[in-house]
C-alpha cells in the first residue's frame, strides 16, 4: 500500500518530518504570543499541513492545465488512493477546529484547500501533477469528518457558537467562487472519465503481471503489490506493480512497471533510476561493463536474443546515450517499417553503466498493415498542430511564440477504436532551433495527426481541437 502511495519516496518524506515540526513549533509560539490559548492545537494543525503539502506536490513537474473529472463518485472509497486522500485530511479538519474555534471559517477551508491544491497541479509548473475531482472529494469529506469529530467534542462541553465568523466567510466563500469562475475555469481543460482511482488487480491481471515478468527476467525478482488504474480519457486500464529483490541483505530495494490491459501490449519498467548501481539491475549472462555505444548495444543484443529474439527481425536499431555523456547509461531501440510507415511494435533495452539492464519497454504489435491512404502531406500535419497548439494556449490566456516551430518527420500506424489508422508524427521546438526528433528515440514528446481526417492529439495522445 505505502508504496503505491508514496512511490518510494521514503527519504523525502523523512526529511520533511523536521521541516513540519520546526513549522508547527513556530506556529505554537506565535500563537502564544499574540494570546492564544489553543496553540498546542496550532502546532498540530500547522505541521500536519506542511506534511500534506510536501505528500501534494511530491515529484511535482511541468503544469499540464488539464483536471480529471470523475464521474463515478462512489469509485475513490474502494481505492487504496482515495482512502488515503480521505484520512490524510480527517486530522486537518479535526485540528482547525479545535485551534480557530469558529465552525464557518473551519467549513469553508477545508472545502477550499483541496480545491486550490488541485488547481495548483494542473497550473503551476514545477508543482504540477495529475488534477483529479476524486482526490477533492476524498480531501474534501476527510476534512468534513474531521471537523464533525472536533465539532461533536467541543460540544460536551457546551454549545457551539456557529455564528462566529460569519460575514468573513460568506465573503471568503463569495471571492473563491468569483475566482474559480472568472480567473481559473479559463485556466483549466477538464477531461470526463468514469474512474480514475488505484485499486487492487484481479486474478486474471495478477496471472498477466506474473507472465510478462517470468518472460523479461526469468525468477530474478519477487512480485510486490500488484494494482490497477484507468488510463484517463480512454476506455483501458494499467495494472501497476512492484518487482522485489530476492537478496535478503537488501529488502529495502524495489522496481516498478507497468503493464497495458486487456490487451497487455506494453510492458515497462524501471528497474534502476539513477546511476548508483543497485541489485535491482539485471545481469546479463557473458555481457561487460560497456563504456561506448557499441559495447552497450551488444549487451543488449545479448538480453534481446534470450529474451525477445522476435526483435532479430526489425528493420532497424539504434542506440542513444541517456544524459549528458550517457550517464545513465545507452537505450536500444528496435523497431519496424513498413514501406514509409513505422509499425506499433518495438522493443526498448537500457544498459546501465554497469552493464546490466536498467530498464524495459515492449510494444507488441504487428510489422505489416494495410492502411488508409494518407490525405494529409507533412506540411498540412505541421499546420494542424500549430493550430491546435495556438488554440490550447489561447484557452489558458496564453500566446505561442514566434520562435516555436512543428516538424512531422515520419508516418506511423497507430489504433484507434480498434481501427489502424495512419498518422504523422510532428515534432515541435519552443527554442526555433528547427531540429526534428529522431523518429526512433525513445520517450520523445512528440504530438500526432491522423494523416486521413486530420485529428490532432497532443504529447499525452490526448484529442486537441483547433478550436
Known amino acids: 500500500m505505502y508504496d503505491a502511495v508514496f512511490q518510494g519516496h521514503y527519504d523525502y518524506l523523512a526529511a520533511y518530518v523536521p521541516v513540519a515540526l520546526v513549522l508547527g513549533g513556530a506556529a505554537w509560539l506565535l500563537a502564544r504570543r499574540l494570546g492564544s490559548p489553543h496553540g498546542v492545537w496550532w502546532f498540530w494543525l500547522v505541521g500536519t499541513l506542511t506534511g500534506i503539502f510536501g505528500v501534494t506536490f511530491m515529484d511535482g513537474g511541468p503544469a499540464n492545465g488539464t483536471c480529471v473529472i470523475n464521474h463515478d463518485l462512489a469509485e475513490p472509497f474502494h481505492t487504496i488512493q482515495g482512502l488515503w486522500n480521505l484520512a490524510m485530511t480527517v486530522p486537518v479538519g479535526c485540528f482547525a477546529l479545535f485551534a480557530v474555534r469558529r465552525l464557518l471559517p473551519v467549513l469553508v477551508g477545508v472545502v477550499v484547500l483541496p480545491l486550490a491544491i488541485e488547481?495548483?497541479?494542473?497550473?503551476?509548473?514545477?508543482?504540477?501533477?495529475?488534477?483529479?475531482?476524486?482526490?477533492?472529494?476524498?480531501?474534501?469529506?476527510?476534512?468534513?469528518?474531521?471537523?464533525?469529530?472536533a465539532a461533536a467534542a467541543l460540544a460536551v462541553r457546551g454549545p457551539l457558537d456557529w455564528r462566529k465568523?460569519?460575514?468573513?466567510?460568506?465573503?471568503?466563500?463569495?471571492?473563491?467562487?468569483?475566482?474559480?469562475?472568472?480567473?481559473?475555469?479559463?485556466?483549466?481543460?477538464?477531461?470526463?472519465?468514469?474512474?480514475?482511482?488505484?485499486?487492487?488487480?484481479?486474478?486474471?491481471?495478477?496471472?498477466?503481471?506474473?507472465?510478462?515478468?517470468?518472460?523479461?527476467?526469468?525468477?530474478?525478482?519477487?512480485?510486490?503489490?500488484?494494482?490497477?488504474?484507468?488510463?484517463?480519457?480512454?476506455?483501458?486500464?494499467?495494472?501497476?506493480?512492484?518487482?522485489?529483490?530476492?537478496?535478503?541483505?537488501?529488502?529495502?530495494?524495489?522496481?516498478?512497471?507497468?503493464?497495458?490491459?486487456?490487451?497487455?501490449?506494453?510492458?515497462?519498467?524501471?528497474?534502476?533510476?539513477?546511476?548508483?548501481?543497485?541489485?535491482?539491475?539485471?545481469?546479463?549472462?557473458?555481457?561487460?561493463?560497456?563504456?561506448?555505444?557499441?559495447?552497450?548495444?551488444?549487451?543488449?543484443?545479448?538480453?534481446?536474443?534470450?529474451?525477445?529474439?522476435?526483435?532479430?527481425?526489425?528493420?532497424?536499431?539504434?542506440?542513444?546515450?541517456?544524459?549528458?555523456?550517457?550517464?545513465?547509461?545507452?537505450?536500444?531501440?528496435?523497431?519496424?517499417?513498413?514501406g514509409d510507415v513505422l509499425m506499433p511494435r518495438m522493443l526498448d533495452v537500457q544498459v546501465g553503466r554497469t552493464g546490466h539492464i536498467a530498464r524495459l519497454d515492449v510494444t507488441l504489435g504487428p510489422t505489416q498493415l494495410t492502411l488508409e491512404k494518407a490525405e494529409l502531406e507533412a506540411g498540412q500535419a505541421e499546420k494542424a498542430v500549430r493550430k491546435a497548439m495556438a488554440a490550447l494556449v489561447r484557452a489558458h490566456g496564453g500566446s505561442v511564440p514566434d520562435t516555436f516551430q512543428t516538424k512531422a518527420f515520419m508516418l506511423k500506424a497507430a489504433e484507434r477504436d480498434g481501427t489502424w489508422r495512419p498518422e504523422w508524427l510532428v515534432s515541435v521546438s519552443p527554442s526555433g532551433d528547427g531540429q526534428a526528433a529522431d523518429p526512433l528515440a525513445p520517450g520523445a514528446d512528440t504530438w500526432r495527426v491522423d494523416a486521413v481526417s486530420g485529428q490532432v492529439y497532443d504529447g499525452a495522445d490526448t484529442p486537441v481541437t483547433a478550436g
Open 119 to 149: 488547481f495548483t497541479q494542473a497550473t503551476a509548473d514545477g508543482l504540477g501533477r495529475v488534477c483529479d475531482s476524486a482526490d477533492a472529494e476524498m480531501n474534501i469529506l476527510g476534512g468534513l469528518a474531521g471537523l464533525a469529530v
Open 165 to 338: 465568523g460569519v460575514k468573513p466567510s460568506l465573503i471568503a466563500s463569495a471571492a473563491f467562487l468569483t475566482l474559480g469562475a472568472g480567473v481559473a475555469r479559463p485556466m483549466v481543460t477538464f477531461q470526463h472519465v468514469d474512474g480514475s482511482g488505484l485499486s487492487e488487480a484481479n486474478s486474471g491481471q495478477r496471472q498477466a503481471v506474473r507472465h510478462a515478468v517470468k518472460e523479461a527476467f526469468g525468477d530474478r525478482y519477487e512480485l510486490g503489490h500488484i494494482y490497477q488504474q484507468p488510463c484517463v480519457g480512454a476506455p483501458c486500464k494499467n495494472v501497476i506493480f512492484n518487482l522485489l529483490s530476492r537478496d535478503k541483505g537488501h529488502p529495502e530495494e524495489f522496481a516498478s512497471g507497468s503493464l497495458s490491459w486487456p490487451d497487455k501490449k506494453h510492458l515497462n519498467v524501471l528497474l534502476e533510476e539513477s546511476d548508483r548501481p543497485s541489485v535491482m539491475g539485471l545481469p546479463v549472462a557473458g555481457a561487460q561493463e560497456p563504456s561506448t555505444k557499441q559495447e552497450a548495444y551488444a549487451v543488449a543484443e545479448l538480453y534481446m536474443r534470450e529474451r525477445y529474439p522476435w526483435a532479430a527481425g526489425a528493420v532497424v536499431h539504434r542506440t542513444y546515450p541517456v544524459a549528458e555523456g550517457a550517464k545513465l547509461g545507452w537505450i536500444t531501440s528496435w523497431r519496424w517499417l513498413d
